[in-house]
């Protein structure tokens, strides 16, 4: 086995091979978004096809959108918990999506319930919708139905590696995360052989250290040191103490999660990732854990086989399309909702409107 960095990788020029996982840092950021890390986010494609987002959160559909793969394929969500920073793009994925997907069909969301009903995935999925029907009523009757169909999955945040996703293949397991309140949860994907183990958001817990054990590619957050949470965010002491330590989860403590755990390759995301911050959570770390690591960032790529775990940056272009697909089905369409007259009799004919006559009125 070897881990290794290579210079880059070109979205679209290489095939994934048959037993192959691809897993893409979309977000690796916090909750104030910057240019160079938006919210969490891992992409994570394998070599029979499927496709799954672990999280979505603000700012990180800009970046899927640069790995040149079709919404159509990318229609899976797994949300650990609800902060805006891990499912804050949920909606321009969802109707983004739908104008790209068309009449070849709708998302799947996965999700933890709550302590009540309110606080959980659906009652999230169903009022973020209802919140958003200007923006879905005006577009019923122009896109097709089957697009905009969202089928959520709730499961027990209690569960214990219960097993949530169980299709072609792929197994997905969920247990509880500790994280603020109850409700969060850390997956683990098995495939093909292959462990990759996602924890969201969590303070060190003894499920994480249990269950994701045997994995060849383990995340888990690593917030800054509590000294760069005072001198960076201007934090009080007990303050930073709490989100640094408590809340999350600091670097010493990453290091010591991931010696318990032993994967193939640990991944620390979750903090600002800058030359004047990486080195001290590097230095925390390297105190207490030798094992294979990376810090990583946005728009990271990794390629995981049974023998070899590669790291190479993603290299895109900012003027990126949509991936053209259809599959030939004109789909349903709902009726439109109507304009008023004196809106629609505004509209001034200027020479190119009434070029095509055959078309039917928007």
Request: proline share 6%.
């Amino acid at each position: 086995m070897s881990e290794h960095l290579r210079d880059a990788y070109f979205p679209g020029t290489e095939e994934l091979g048959a037993d192959e996982m691809r897993i893409t840092a979309l977000g690796t950021g916090m909750p104030n978004l910057r240019p160079s890390q938006a919210s969490a986010s891992f992409f994570v494609e394998l070599g029979n096809g499927d496709k799954f987002f672990f999280d979505m959160g603000t700012g990180c559909i800009m970046n899927f959108c640069g790995l040149g793969v079709s919404y159509v394929e990318a229609n899976k969500l797994f949300l650990s918990h609800l902060h805006t920073d891990h499912m804050g793009d949920f909606m321009a994925w969802y109707v983004g999506g739908w104008i790209e997907r068309q009449a070849d069909g709708g998302v799947e969301v996965w999700g933890p319930s709550g302590p009540e009903p309110e606080l959980g995935t659906k009652y999230f999925v169903d009022t973020l919708i209802e919140a958003c029907k200007w923006d879905i009523t005006s577009r019923v009757g122009r896109l097709p139905e089957e697009g905009r169909q969202v089928t959520v999955h709730e499961f027990d945040y209690t569960g214990m590696n219960e097993v949530v996703y169980d299709q072609n293949g792929v197994v997905v397991r969920s247990w509880p995360a500790k994280h603020m309140i109850d409700g969060p949860v850390s997956y683990s994907l098995e495939w093909n052989g292959l462990k990759f183990v996602y924890g969201g958001d969590c303070a060190p817990n003894e499920y994480y250290m249990e269950y994701a054990k045997g994995a060849d590619f383990a995340i888990h957050e690593c917030f800054i040191t509590v000294e760069l949470l005072m001198e960076k965010f201007g934090f009080p002491y007990d303050l930073a103490v709490n989100v640094g330590t408590r809340g999350h989860t600091s670097p010493a403590a990453w290091a010591s999660v991931m010696k318990e755990v032993k994967p193939r390759m640990a991944i620390a995301y979750h903090f600002y990732n800058d030359p004047g911050t990486a080195p001290l959570v590097f230095k925390e770390i390297l105190d207490v854990y030798d094992g294979p690591i990376h810090l990583t960032k946005d728009n990271y790529v990794y390629n995981v086989t049974k023998e070899n775990i590669t790291i190479r940056q993603l290299v895109n272009t900012a003027d990126t399309w949509p991936m053209p697909h259809s599959s030939g089905n004109p789909g349903t369409r709902g009726p439109i909702y109507p304009m008023t007259d004196w809106l629609t009799n505004s509209e001034v004919n200027f020479p190119g409107i009434d070029e095509y006559p055959d078309v039917a009125d928007f």
